[in-house]
């Protein structure tokens, strides 16, 4: 993880600590300081994982005025257990969303990059919430891998295997999600990470372009049309 | 329709018509313009008309409203493309007019046949939610099936600004199915029902502080729930993250080491859990206080 952080950050990696496998701290990016937090080894977020990441951002929104947000995932989703649920797993990912949503409202940019797994729930309680998404080619990116898919629909494997070429919806990657618009930008292996983060933070803005964006790729044609034809009968 | 009819039985429709000033309710993308699913027939699966969700304006006690309804009944009520664009697009048009969004939640989250679609469309929502929540606007999610609110969709719930649940209602992210695959039937039994609904059932989330509002199982109570709520907001502001920050902590540090909802029950104040679990929604909302 240490070689991946250098890449992203420089020495300054050296203000990230990792512990459990959740990683939080500040760090630079261009000479400007970015608050990091997030997830390596593709472990499991939990109620205290979540509760974690809030506190470090209700932190940067009180003492790092609009420093930007590098949120980093790597994390195959949330353990199905009883007692987090029922203590409210939920209400915990939400509250982080909340907190990241304040840090929003207050300024701070909000920059997700997937590096390994970001698989459902995992990606949807804080690095889908980004005002810009980017992934590594290598990142797995998606709801499912398509085995998972078949064995929970009982549709055969090689069945969504064949429509998947044509239905970047259900196949599994990095590279098939940025043609749903849910990932802007793919980094190569060669990439220079570091110029390429900089380049994120100076372009990310609040609008949500996922579904325009989804559209112009040819990965999810309908999204925007319906949610337009909507905005046009309530507002007749 | 009678608002005597259980809430938990009532279809989307049925709901609808029965929460809302009579008469009152105008439906967006309707089923006869036939806006579905792109995925499900090259599935060999039916589709729906309205792809599992009824969307529109009406009026509450007088007050226009924007609501949507999902439709159980139809592949659990999952979010697809299509179903979460018509979701997002009522919570776009409520940011953009001003007017409150209540949804009337039952759903298993995303539309596994579809792929990451649904789950980037439950994402579109939730930030769509959260512009109405930075303007002010109200968003108020009702949970009262037994399908409940899962997944992505019990996410997203959370993000509102209020919940309503019936006792029938269940919040979560993993279903009880799930949880018994991946600890085994002796650490969960999916098929003990009372041990589900006191995990994730409303009376226990009405306890933990999750559900705002315990309403009967019938349109009249939860009519009466929304219309306590319709006036209000909750904005988001650093001293209401921090209390809630420090009141999760405080969960998670008292119950975190018990897997047993009677604990939680006993902790907040229900001493006699056999009578709290046959109490109506009123008398337990009233046991509840007296703690």
């Given at each position: 993880?240490?070689t991946?952080?250098?890449?992203?950050?420089?020495?300054?990696?050296?203000?990230?600590?990792?512990?459990?496998?959740?990683?939080?701290?500040?760090?630079?990016?261009?000479?400007?300081?970015?608050c990091?937090?997030?997830?390596?080894?593709?472990?499991?977020?939990?109620?205290?994982?979540?509760?974690?990441?809030?506190?470090?951002?209700?932190?940067?929104?009180?003492?790092?005025?609009?420093?930007?947000?590098?949120?980093?995932?790597?994390?195959?989703?949330?353990?199905?257990?009883?007692?987090?649920?029922?203590?409210?797993?939920?209400?915990?990912?939400?509250?982080?969303?909340?907190?990241?949503?304040?840090?929003?409202?207050?300024?701070?940019?909000?920059?997700?990059?997937?590096?390994?797994?970001?698989?459902?729930?995992?990606?949807?309680?804080?690095?889908?919430?980004?005002?810009?998404?980017?992934?590594?080619?290598?990142?797995?990116?998606?709801?499912?891998?398509?085995?998972?898919?078949?064995?929970?629909?009982?549709?055969?494997?090689?069945?969504?295997?064949?429509?998947?070429?044509?239905?970047?919806?259900?196949?599994?990657g990095?590279?098939?999600?940025?043609?749903?618009?849910g990932?802007?930008?793919?980094?190569?292996?060669?990439?220079?990470?570091?110029?390429?983060?900089?380049?994120?933070?100076?372009s990310a803005?609040?609008?949500?372009n996922?579904?325009?964006?989804?559209?112009?790729?040819?990965?999810?044609?309908?999204?925007?049309?319906?949610?337009?034809?909507?905005?046009?009968?309530?507002?007749? | 329709?009678?608002?005597?009819?259980?809430?938990?039985?009532?279809?989307?429709?049925?709901?609808?018509?029965?929460?809302?000033?009579?008469?009152?309710?105008?439906?967006f993308?309707?089923?006869?313009?036939?806006v579905?699913?792109p995925?499900l027939?090259?599935?060999?699966?039916?589709?729906?008309?309205?792809?599992?969700?009824v969307?529109?304006?009406?009026?509450i006690?007088?007050?226009?409203?924007?609501?949507?309804?999902?439709?159980?009944?139809?592949?659990?009520?999952?979010?697809?493309?299509?179903?979460?664009?018509?979701?997002?697009?009522?919570?776009?048009?409520?940011?953009?007019?001003?007017?409150?969004?209540?949804?009337?939640?039952?759903?298993?989250?995303?539309?596994?046949?579809?792929?990451?679609?649904?789950e980037?469309?439950?994402?579109?929502?939730?930030?769509?939610?959260?512009?109405?929540?930075?303007?002010r606007?109200?968003?108020?999610?009702?949970?009262?099936?037994?399908?409940?609110?899962?997944?992505?969709?019990?996410?997203?719930?959370?993000?509102?600004?209020?919940?309503?649940?019936?006792?029938?209602g269940?919040?979560?992210?993993?279903?009880?199915?799930?949880?018994?695959?991946?600890?085994?039937?002796?650490?969960?039994?999916?098929?003990?029902?009372?041990l589900?609904?006191?995990?994730?059932?409303?009376?226990?989330?009405?306890?933990?502080?999750?559900?705002?509002?315990?309403?009967?199982?019938?349109?009249?109570?939860?009519?009466?729930?929304?219309?306590?709520?319709?006036?209000?907001?909750s904005?988001?502001?650093?001293?209401?993250?921090?209390?809630?920050?420090?009141?999760?902590?405080?969960?998670?540090?008292?119950?975190?080491?018990?897997?047993?909802?009677?604990?939680?029950?006993?902790?907040?104040?229900?001493?006699?859990v056999?009578e709290?679990?046959?109490?109506?929604a009123?008398?337990?909302?009233?046991?509840?206080?007296?703690?």
């Amino acid at each position: 993880m240490k070689t991946l952080l250098e890449k992203f950050f420089g020495k300054s990696a050296n203000g990230i600590a990792v512990k459990d496998k959740l990683m939080t701290g500040y760090a630079e990016v261009a000479g400007q300081e970015v608050c990091v937090f997030g997830t390596c080894d593709g472990t499991y977020i939990d109620n205290a994982a979540a509760l974690r990441f809030a506190a470090h951002v209700l932190g940067c929104i009180e003492n790092h005025s609009k420093a930007p947000i590098v949120m980093l995932v790597d994390s195959a989703g949330q353990e199905p257990n009883r007692t987090a649920e029922m203590l409210g797993l939920a209400s915990y990912f939400g509250h982080l969303l909340s907190c990241l949503q304040l840090a929003r409202q207050n300024g701070h940019k909000l920059i997700t990059v997937a590096t390994g797994k970001a698989i459902g729930g995992a990606f949807i309680c804080y690095g889908m919430f980004g005002d810009r998404i980017d992934a590594l080619e290598s990142a797995s990116v998606g709801l499912m891998p398509i085995e998972a898919m078949s064995a929970v629909t009982k549709i055969p494997a090689p069945t969504l295997e064949k429509l998947s070429r044509t239905m970047p919806s259900l196949e599994f990657g990095a590279k098939p999600f940025a043609l749903l618009g849910g990932v802007e930008e793919v980094w190569s292996a060669k990439d220079d990470y570091a110029a390429k983060l900089a380049a994120a933070i100076a372009s990310a803005n609040t609008d949500d372009n996922r579904a325009a964006l989804g559209k112009k790729r040819g990965g999810r044609k309908l999204s925007l049309d319906v949610r337009n034809r909507v905005l046009d009968e309530s507002g007749k | 329709m009678s608002s005597a009819q259980l809430f938990h039985e009532q279809t989307a429709r049925q709901r609808l018509a029965s929460l809302v000033d009579p008469g009152s309710f105008t439906e967006f993308l309707p089923p006869p313009e036939r806006v579905m699913s792109p995925y499900l027939p090259q599935l060999d699966i039916p589709v729906s008309f309205d792809d599992g969700l009824v969307i529109g304006r009406a009026k509450i006690g007088g007050k226009t409203v924007y609501l949507a309804a999902q439709v159980g009944q139809f592949v659990g009520g999952s979010v697809g493309e299509v179903h979460g664009a018509k979701l997002t697009g009522i919570l776009k048009a409520a940011a953009r007019d001003g007017i409150p969004c209540v949804f009337i939640v039952e759903s298993g989250g995303v539309r596994l046949h579809e792929g990451s679609s649904g789950e980037i469309a439950i994402s579109e929502a939730m930030r769509a939610v959260f512009e109405c929540r930075a303007k002010r606007v109200p968003t108020i999610a009702v949970i009262g099936s037994d399908i409940g609110a899962y997944g992505g969709m019990g996410i997203l719930t959370t993000c509102c600004d209020f919940r309503i649940m019936t006792e029938h209602g269940r919040l979560g992210i993993s279903g009880p199915i799930v949880i018994e695959k991946w600890m085994g039937k002796q650490a969960y039994d999916s098929s003990n029902r009372a041990l589900v609904w006191k995990t994730s059932g409303g009376k226990t989330k009405f306890l933990l502080g999750d559900a705002d509002m315990l309403a009967g199982d019938d349109a009249a109570s939860v009519t009466a729930a929304i219309k306590k709520l319709l006036a209000k907001s909750s904005p988001l502001t650093l001293k209401g993250l921090k209390a809630r920050q420090q009141e999760l902590e405080k969960r998670l540090k008292t119950f975190g080491k018990t897997s047993d909802p009677d604990a939680i029950w006993n902790a907040l104040g229900i001493k006699n859990v056999a009578e709290a679990s046959l109490a109506s929604a009123t008398e337990f909302a009233a046991l509840a206080k007296k703690k």
